[in-house]
């Protein structure tokens, strides 16, 4: 059971003593390392701040002096209008609960953390802009602390390189771009105050669920709340699957031979009142060690052929597009360029040593070759003939790569259908 009561009489006692200490955290970074919105952690992090109202004040503190007494702690992510908004909306939503409690004039204090959902293993470096992205919008969306990740901490305990770098990216931009210097940079802005305003009233909609179903306490003993983040956490899943939402670095523009950082292993990730927590790159990082395993036992990496049908600006877009998807999974694209003929073709898929093709051309060229050059490449040995298009109707092609299509599903099977060890 999830009895917030001791900690509450805790944080009365020394309530008096230290008055300036905020005693209770309502944490909103649990519901968002589950794979919930933002609208699901602001609706889950005040109904945890009610709770500690209601539990403050029946450890014998005043509404005010027990409002208070809540911090909420909130994630920054790399999406900026909807973090500036989230922390806006926040302050909205807790003014409300305020006011109808009898404290109207106690100012909710917030803490923003940059998401650790958001990091990455792979490419670390790009870390670095997604927290400062996250810091900046957290700022201008009036946050009255900020907690920058170091850019390594997927990796391990973060040096400190790392640590120092993350100190810096928010003093700069609270001393040297004067972030703090305007109140309320983004109000009057039509979009976010839009943005806001809609985010208020979804977050709101969600507390009041909450509320109804009992509170935080008892959604998170049922498993409900769980419930609905694992179905916003699915939904996510399947555009980042689908590359719809990308990761630069990790399913887009992967960085093939980058060598990580060795830092020393933290304690892994472990849930949070039942919560599990995730990050959003996991599934094609595993993909990754998959291909990166069989580098170091076989000496080389798994490989895809590009068959590139016509000349070079016919078939390029395409064949950057594969070559591109095929990085995502830790292959190596093997890409012969513009051959003369097709014996031209089979004979460079036969040197390449693997028996994954893909197709790349224009739709005229699949029209006219697609479906020879694929007989042909089954020939030579090839156990999967892919196409870089549309799905059309081609008989001997075996699968189809798109914008849109489930990247992790294609991923996955290349790599098995390559013999690479789970």
Known sequence: PHDVRPAAELAARVAGRYPDLRGLVADGLPYHEAGGSDAQELGAAIATGVAYLRALTGAGMSVGDAAACVEFRLAATVDQFATTAKFRAARRLWARVTEVSGAPDVPMRQHAVTSPAMLTRRDPAVNMLRTTVACFAAGTGGADAVTVLPYDTALG????????????????????????????????????????????????????????????????????????????????????????????????????????????????????????????????????????????????????????????????ARATFAANLFQAGGMEPVDPGETADLDALVAAFRDSGTTVACLCGTDTAYAEQADRVAAALHDAGAATVLLAGKPGEHAHVDGYVHTGCDALAVLSGTLDTLGVAR
């Open 157 to 316: 305990l973060p040096d400190r390189f790392s640590r120092r770098l993350a100190r810096n990216t928010q003093a700069i931009l609270l001393q040297e771009s004067k972030l703090a210097a305007v109140i309320d940079p983004a109000g009057g802005s039509y979009y976010v105050e839009n943005l806001t305003d809609a985010l208020a009233h979804a977050a709101w909609r969600e507390f009041t669920a909450i509320e109804g179903a009992g509170g935080i306490e008892a959604e998170l003993d049922s498993g409900a709340l769980a419930d609905r983040l694992a179905a916003t956490s699915d939904a996510r899943l399947r555009r980042l699957a689908t590359r719809t939402q990308a990761i630069t670095g990790v399913s887009e523009f992967p960085l093939p031979d980058e060598s990580l950082p060795e830092r020393t292993p933290a304690p892994g990730p472990v849930e949070t009142g039942g919560l599990p927590r995730v990050r959003y790159a996991r599934e094609y990082e595993e993909l990754r060690d998959r291909a990166d395993t069989h580098l170091v036992r076989h000496g080389r990496r798994p490989r895809a052929f590009l068959a590139t049908l016509g000349t070079l600006a016919e078939h390029t």
